[in-house]
């Protein structure tokens, strides 16, 4: 707009007032950016940067910290708790993330149907993502009790198995366990926001697909898929970062147990630095987590970039 | 988004019922089921008196038979529950109207004033957008306990708007890019200031994306857990979640009809508010993807 504004500012006599307000646009941009840069340099990257320091400090709760290099990063790489929840975190976001997916993808593929009370419908599948993530992981707390579990009632009743199911007792239980509580929180969120993709292709390419014969899975494969892949690039980044960085979720259900067995990187450093008081050490869990959201953001921006390109855009 | 809604079936009505029934309502019924039922099963044990909550063989677990207030009212009158109802409503006001002032000025001065820069500190906000709290939250803590905001709400309203307002201006940096420029063009011409400007033209016409972003970050805040978990030690500076968790258990004793008042309650009025504006939620929850 600077190159609308130009010649108009060229003919028209000007009056101290626009010249002051076109002058001033550098300055005035800056105040009114001081709120929002005021909190996140303060709130957001001072302690970004102060969490990079106390990574290579030793630093407990109520004491000033010395520097000590990497040292923190060496005693992890031998602690084989570190390595257990960075295997349990790596897996809780695969498995999570595929499963998460594919119920997502469905579920859109699903709503954009005609279908009746559709927005009511809408409004219902999202629900498990705008209540507090807490309060309804309470309930699944609750559904895996070891004594008073639904599922294990039910799957008895059902003639299925014998005895209750250990839940969260048994670590490959607990594992499957949260990863199921988090896909039912997750699911919502991929499904609505890929069924605003869908919405926004155009149904003209379905009709010449049909005229030309196309299968389902065809029109699936060759139309969708495609016109959607830029979306579910962002979709899935946002998810894959939401679930590596989970703590909510595993916080509630089962506080990083059985043994250990479900503590992702985040429930982990928060037991080191705020219960055992070793901020220090906490803090350099926390930047180990930082390469795999680089790593995540990095493969969706240049995954963006390749489907933009095949679609003619110009970047 | 809705304007490809009613075109989009094509051929659709030539399917017979039965096949529809199959492909469509029975896979939609049952994820719906599955994503429904801790919600169902959350409200049946708030309203279970405890006599049939741990007894499934004489009662069905499914049905409530005495429905009973009393897991309720244990909740509110023996539990520091009220107060940390009143500090989440604190809270969550107050850090979303922070947000939306901070975000406003932010977003129109990026979007509309263009100042020098103004593309790289857009770029920058986003990028805080991407930086989880998980990481965020022990050096906060240290600089929380530093400025002796610990154990207080404002240790929680001055730091919720750093996932609030990277959120906030990305989204009304959208809407604000959909105003024609030439409206604020004419009202330059005729003399008005910027902030005229922003407080006339701009704002009331992106009132839908003021209203997503702030309804947005009201449920965002009401939800966040790892600061108020961290930053607040005593149980009536808690909020919901934190206090839930905490509090409602005594070492290995599971009062589990007060956990699930507290869950059901807790989860109400932001389900109620989130009825109230369903379109503007997701359109704040799409509009950030799609950018």
């Known amino acids: ?315 | 988004m809705s304007t490809t809604d009613d075109q989009s079936v094509g051929m659709d009505y030539l399917e017979s019922f039965p096949r529809k029934f199959f492909r469509v309502y029975l896979p939609l019924g049952l994820i719906i089921f599955f994503l429904l039922f801790p919600f169902y099963w959350m409200a049946v044990a708030t309203f279970k008196p405890d006599a049939e909550m741990y007894d499934y063989e004489k009662y069905n677990p499914f049905w409530i038979v005495h429905p009973t207030l009393e897991h309720i009212k244990k909740l509110f009158f023996d539990t520091d529950y009220p107060l940390w109802m009143w500090n989440t409503v604190i809270v969550s006001v107050s850090s979303t109207c922070i947000s939306l002032f901070a975000s406003v000025c932010a977003a129109y001065a990026i979007e509309r004033l263009r100042y020098k820069g103004s593309r790289y500190v857009g770029l920058a906000i986003f990028l805080g957008y991407l930086v989880p709290p998980s990481i965020l939250f022990i050096p906060l803590a240290a600089i929380v306990f530093q400025l002796g905001l610990f154990d207080g709400n404002l240790a929680l309203i001055l730091t919720y708007p750093t996932f609030l307002i990277p959120f906030c201006t990305w989204l009304l940096m959208g809407y604000f890019r959909t105003i024609p420029y030439e409206l604020e063009e004419c009202a330059l011409i005729d003399g008005a200031t910027r902030l005229q400007i922003l407080m006339k033209i701009t704002l009331p016409l992106s009132l839908p994306g003021v209203i997503s972003a702030g309804i947005f970050a009201f449920t965002l805040s009401w939800n966040e857990f790892i600061y108020a978990l961290t930053f607040i030690s005593s149980s009536e500076n808690k909020t919901i979640p934190v206090g839930a968790i905490t509090e409602l258990v005594n070492g290995d004793v599971y009062h589990w009809g007060a956990l699930m008042a507290a869950a059901l309650t807790g989860s109400v009025p932001v389900v109620i508010l989130y009825s109230f504006f369903v379109e503007y939620y997701v359109s704040a929850m799409t509009g950030a993807v799609k950018e």
């Open chain 1, 1 to 315: 707009m600077a190159v609308m504004a130009e010649p108009v500012a060229a003919q028209v006599k000007r009056s101290s007032l626009w010249t002051r307000a076109f002058e001033s646009r550098h300055f005035l941009g800056a105040m009114f950016m001081v709120p929002a840069i005021a909190i996140l340099i303060l709130f957001l990257a001072y302690p970004l940067a102060l969490g990079f320091w106390l990574g290579m400090t030793d630093t407990k709760i109520g004491g000033a910290g010395r520097f000590i290099g990497f040292q923190n990063f060496v005693s992890l790489s031998k602690d084989s708790v570190f390595w257990l929840s960075v295997f349990n975190t790596i897996f809780y976001t695969v498995a999570a993330s595929a499963v998460k997916f594919a119920i997502g993808l469905y579920l859109a593929l699903l709503l954009n149907e005609r279908l009746p009370f559709k927005s009511m419908v809408r409004a219902i599948v999202l629900l498990p993502f705008v209540v507090p993530t807490v309060l309804s992981a309470i309930a699944f707390w609750w559904i895996y009790d070891s004594q008073f579990s639904i599922i294990s009632w039910v799957l008895i009743k059902a003639g299925l198995i014998t005895r209750y199911i250990d839940f969260l007792g048994d670590p490959w239980n607990a594992r499957w366990s949260v990863v199921a509580a988090n896909i039912w929180r997750g699911v919502p969120f991929v499904a609505i926001t890929l069924l605003a993709g869908l919405q926004t292709i155009s149904p003209s390419l379905y009709e010449a697909a049909n005229l030309d014969g196309a299968t389902n899975l065809q029109r699936f494969r060759h139309i969708t898929l495609p016109m959607l892949s830029p979306i579910i690039a962002v979709v899935m980044t946002f998810s894959v970062l939401m679930t590596f960085t989970d703590f909510q979720l595993i916080y509630t259900i089962t506080r990083g147990g059985p043994i250990n067995s479900t503590h992702l990187m985040a429930t982990l450093s928060f037991q080191r630095a705020i219960t055992g008081g070793n901020l220090g050490e906490g803090a350099a869990i926390s930047n180990a987590m930082i390469p795999f959201l680089v790593a995540a953001i990095l493969l969706s921006f240049f995954g963006l970039q390749r489907s933009r390109w095949q679609q003619g855009g110009r970047d």
